[in-house]
């Protein structure tokens, strides 16, 4: 394998990664009307890795207080 492809297959990985883990993190320092809330946010960002983080993104920024 080339290193050019090696490179192009870890950013191909990594691209869908990145709003799931901004998710996840930005769920965890932000403020909900419940802790129910959040932890259901980081979780979906948890066990549902792409779809989690794309709901967070969409809708779950709307939801936070501060």
């Not at 192009?8 to 869908?16: E, T």
């Not at 993190?25 to 909900?32: D, E, L, M, T």
Request: net charge positive; charged share 10%.
């Amino acid at each position: 394998m080339s290193p050019a492809l090696i490179a192009a297959i870890f950013v191909a990985l990594l691209i869908p990664i990145l709003p799931n883990l901004w998710a996840i993190w930005n769920a965890f320092h932000s403020n909900f009307a419940s802790v129910e809330e959040k932890m259901s946010w980081i979780a979906a960002g948890v066990f549902l890795p792409v779809l989690g983080g794309l709901l967070y993104v969409f809708w779950g920024r709307k939801r936070r207080i501060s």
